[in-house]
């Protein structure tokens, strides 16, 4: 019983440090919040409003983290590991855009990075369902938002 109540716990522990570094990558993201370049440069009249941002990807984290942590908890599974090394490689892409479009405010080399964002996410989206299923329905809505970024980024991209 004791024993059982102690592993409940560290499965607990587990979740909350995949929610709160998913948590940190997305709050780097708002570090680099859009500056004076950002209101000059053209977007097209589809661009979501910025207050936007904020909820959707607190929530897109929240979810990622719930799947990785699902996924950690296939301790036998054989994807397990590769399915967390690409989770990881994704979300270390999506701070480095962040750095590039908001930092560098290079457009071009950010559709690049978004562009590796979503494959990675694709394939750990795909490794996710290989392991289990709801971790990677947890992701579709990232691979959603994502398509939807990549299309915003490459607009912005072509109209400056």
Known sequence: MVL???????R???LALFVVVSLVVAFFGTVYMPGD???QITKPPWTPPRALFAPIWTLLHVMMAVGAW?????HLHLLRWPALA?????????ALWSWMYFSAQ????????LTAV???????????FRVATVAGALLVPYLVWASFALAL???????N
Request: aromatic share 14%; glycine share 4%.
């Open 118 to 128: 979503w494959a990675v996410l694709a394939l750990t989206c795909a490794l996710f």
């Open 4 to 10: 059982r109540r102690k592993k409940r716990r560290h």
């Open 106 to 113: 290079d457009i071009g080399g950010a559709l690049l990075t």
């Open 70 to 74: 699902i996924v950690w908890r296939h």
């Open 153 to 159: 980024n490459f607009e912005i991209w072509r109209l």
């Open 86 to 94: 690409a989770f990881a490689l994704q979300l270390i892409l999506n």
């Open 12 to 14: 607990h522990l587990v």
């Open 37 to 39: 370049w950002q209101s």
